[in-house]
């Protein structure tokens, strides 16, 4: 969600800042366009030796070497950028394509690639490229973006030739199995903005050496194999917005946040906080915060009430899977840019209809998802028609009694709706009825399990998006009619009763 629309960002900076001198670059750069500077042969040689190794199935590669006016100049190729003003290659573009079938280009990156001596960009990205990230890319040492993410299975780790790219910028190597201990070498890239090396394997302790690197604005290591606890010279990189260690490390206090008051993404899932006895007067310092993610951190709620100072830009805030108590604080629906919710399976106590009820706030134009399943709330479902875009509403396994509203149908992007494990009563046919109700285009996913739902069951054909629904174990007399819909009729229903 939020991560994406950082990386994107990011991505889109980088290329916009390529193209300027502030990064050395030549003013004009593309790929030929009404320039009469051709590619150098040395550099269009090395190209053609670089596709050799490479299958290409999806065509990304067809211009290369093809003959013909506009295909003699390797800097008219596709994904090969050249300086309008030299023709040396300096970007390399031959990242996989999201929407193709397969991987777009597979084999090995050849050596010929160290004769792009001007290179200052490189993105393999999401291809299939067997072996190890290759030693002799550190030999470009003018690289200030690299992107190898999904693309090798690297065994090996990552070379310690990459710490020779004293320019390098930008660096993405997640999801590559990339083993070993953290690369140390990479923390001597004292220019470098942006670090991911999530999903890999890497193991042993993350070095409490980040000093040198202060400029780092992004830094992503989640869903690796690191043990011990995070270091606390994160806290010297007072840049950072965007921090991710979740599924690694645990730590024994949050002191290291508090001068990183740029942060605007915050995740630590499932990193243990069961320790931290003030983890929320930690995070008050954070007033730029956007999303905030401490699932499964075997949090515990203080003596005072679960609140903590947000930021008023905060969008999500999960924090589901630990151990909080109390009732949840009705200010959170005062956070206007409030879009995700997620208090799922913790002791949340308290009203359901309390906390939902006032309806002025401003959360009701914002808020997508509300997650609070597993939960030991009470009180009745309200309606909820104020939540005009509420796309998620999970109240599952709690204690919420009284009949369902009908509003609820009102919500015209309302998705997933799931009830099921609460007290709930009332005529299901009342519920659905056959009067209007947009959710029913919209909703796909409707779960009500465990109830004590009577009537019978309405003509479920009026859903026409719905491809799961779940009636067991309720009050329900009669059958389900399954005329005209065509993706619930390959499902096997439950017992209504």
């Known amino acids: ?27 004009e750069v593309g790929n030929g366009n009404a320039s009469s500077v051709q590619c150098k042969e040395r550099e269009r040689q090395a190209l053609l030796t670089l596709k050799q190794g490479l299958t290409d199935n999806c065509g990304l590669l067809t211009s290369w070497g093809s003959t013909g006016e506009n295909h003699e100049d390797c800097c008219k190729w596709e994904g090969v950028h050249c300086s309008h003003k030299t023709g ?36 393999f990205s999401s291809n299939l490229i067997y072996g190890d990230v290759p030693k002799f890319i550190g030999s470009l040492t003018l690289l200030k973006y690299l992107n190898l993410s999904h693309s090798f ?105 508090s001068d990183l008051t740029s942060m605007k993404t915050l995740k630590l899932a499932y990193v243990n906080l069961g320790t931290v006895i003030n983890w929320q007067q930690k995070l008050t310092n954070l007033s730029h915060l956007q999303e905030l993610d401490l699932s499964g951190c075997n949090l515990v709620s203080s003596k005072s009430p679960l609140l903590f100072n947000h930021s008023a830009n905060l969008a999500i805030l999960q924090l589901s899977g630990n151990h909080l108590t109390g009732s949840i604080p009705k200010s959170w629906l005062d956070i206007c840019s409030l879009s995700v919710l997620d208090l799922s399976s913790n002791n949340m106590s308290g009203r359901f209809d309390d906390f939902v009820s006032t309806s002025t706030n401003c959360a009701n134009k914002s808020l997508q998802h509300l997650l609070l399943g597993e939960n030991q709330m009470i009180g009745s479902v309200p309606d909820l028609s104020q939540f005009s875009f509420l796309q998620e509403l999970d109240l599952q396994g709690n204690n919420l009694s009284g009949p369902i509203p009908k509003s609820l149908l009102n919500i015209c992007s309302l998705r997933e709706l799931s009830l099921s494990s609460n007290i709930l009563s009332g005529r299901l046919d009342d519920f659905i009825s056959t009067t209007p109700g947009c959710a029913k285009k919209s909703l796909q996913h409707l779960s009500l399990i465990g109830n004590q739902i009577t009537g019978s069951v309405p003509h479920l054909s009026q859903f026409s998006s719905l491809t799961y629904f779940d009636l067991a174990n309720n009050r329900l007399n009669g059958s389900l009619a399954f005329q005209h819909m065509s993706a619930c009729e390959s499902s096997t229903p439950r017992p209504l009763f």
């Open 88 to 123: 040396h290659v300096i970007m390399l573009d031959l990242r996989g394509r999201p929407d193709y079938a397969s991987y777009c280009l597979e084999g090995t990156i050849n050596s010929s690639l160290i004769e792009l001596h001007y290179l200052s960009y490189l993105d």
């Open 153 to 257: 299975h690297g065994k090996n780790g990552i070379p310690f030739e990459l710490g020779n790219l004293l320019h390098l910028q930008y660096l993405d190597l997640r999801a590559n199995y990339l083993g070993g201990e953290f690369p140390t070498h990479i923390l001597n890239l004292s220019r470098l903005l942006h670090l991911n090396l999530a999903e890999n394997e890497l193991t042993g302790e993350i070095p409490d050496i980040f000093a040198n690197i202060s400029s780092l604005v992004y830094l992503d290591l989640n869903w690796n194999f690191f043990t011990g606890t995070i270091p606390h010279s994160l806290g010297n990189l007072l840049q950072l917005n965007y921090l991710d260690l979740s599924y690694s490390s645990s730590t024994s206090n949050l002191d290291w946040l």
């Open 1 to 27: 969600m939020s991560s994406l629309r950082v990386v994107g960002a990011l991505l889109v900076l980088f290329v916009c800042l390529i193209n300027s001198t502030a990064m050395g670059f030549d003013t």
